[in-house]
Nanobody, 115 residues
Framework: QVQLVESGGGLVQPGGSLRLSCAVS????????MGWYRQAPGKQRDMVAT???????VYADGVKGRFTISSDNAENTVSLQMNSLKPEDTAVYYC?????????WGQGTQVTVSS
């Protein structure tokens, strides 16, 4: 089993920044890809950014240039630095870990961008 615990969400004004962190524990060997997803009310859960064990990153078009995903293998954490936040970034953000065909999810952290 893999446990994922997100932190760092909150309320921020448009144009502001937040940094989300995901603490990874448990049976972490073989986790080839880690990522952040988000789900706004009434919408499907969408990929925000992913990072491989070789540090290759992929971003959704709407966050390119604003968000940065990183991982620290020594600390077993995955982070998402979010800059220039917009109201449309408001959602519950989930940390995800992939091993083969199986996906592990965290409990989610709320990000609200509003003035």
């Amino acid at each position: 089993q893999v446990q994922l615990v997100e932190s760092g969400g909150g309320l921020v004004q448009p144009g502001g920044s937040l940094r989300l962190s995901c603490a990874v524990s448990g049976s972490i060997s073989g986790l080839a890809v880690m990522g952040w997803y988000r789900q706004a009310p009434g919408k499907q859960r969408d990929m925000v950014a992913t990072i491989t064990s070789g540090f290759t990153t992929v971003y959704a078009d709407g966050v390119k240039g604003r968000f940065t995903i990183s991982s620290d293998n020594a600390e077993n954490t995955v982070s998402l630095q979010m800059n220039s936040l917009k109201p449309e970034d408001t959602a519950v953000y989930y940390c995800a870990a992939f091993r083969g065909l199986y996906t592990y999810w965290g409990q989610g952290t709320q990000v609200t961008v509003s003035s």
